[in-house]
């Protein structure tokens, strides 16, 4: 399914730009270990929870290759294989009351098909991991 998604298709990386994607303790360190890079490279911590860190010049996340902070502008992701859960879920979110839903800010979300009992289930065992400090 990977690279078939209307994102990919579309060479869209709305979702990279200004991203406030946390991490678990676990997807963080695979990071490191894959990219060579230490964890204050590429994460913050956003009241305790790792967070990908977003380039200062192109205001993207720093594994999106791109050299234009226009949310329009052509990006690849250099970690698309190993990328973090809530990246690959995406535009899968859960809303404030932990109903799984598609996110309004995805410009292509009308071409993905509607959310499962299965995403769901994915993004709040994502979510009780992330609470836990994994």
């Known amino acids: 399914m990977g690279r078939s998604l209307p994102c990919v298709q579309m060479s869209c990386s709305a979702c990279c730009r200004e991203t406030t994607m946390p991490l678990t303790r676990s997807e ?22 790792l967070t990908l860190l977003n ?20 990006g690849i992701c ?23 839903i598609l996110d309004q800010g995805c410009p292509y979300k009308q071409r993905f098909d509607e959310p499962t009992e299965e995403d769901a289930m994915t993004l709040l065992n994502l979510e009780e991991r992330l609470l836990r400090g994994e």
């Open 78 to 100: 250099s970690v698309y294989d190993i990328r973090p859960k809530g990246c690959s879920k995406y535009p899968y979110v859960l809303d404030s009351s932990d109903k799984v």
């Open 28 to 49: 963080a360190s695979r990071l490191a270990r894959r990219t060579g890079m230490a964890l204050e490279q590429f994460t913050w911590s956003n009241n305790g929870v």
């Open 55 to 74: 380039s200062e010049t192109t205001k993207a996340c720093v594994f999106l290759l791109t050299d234009s902070p226009n949310i329009d502008a052509e």
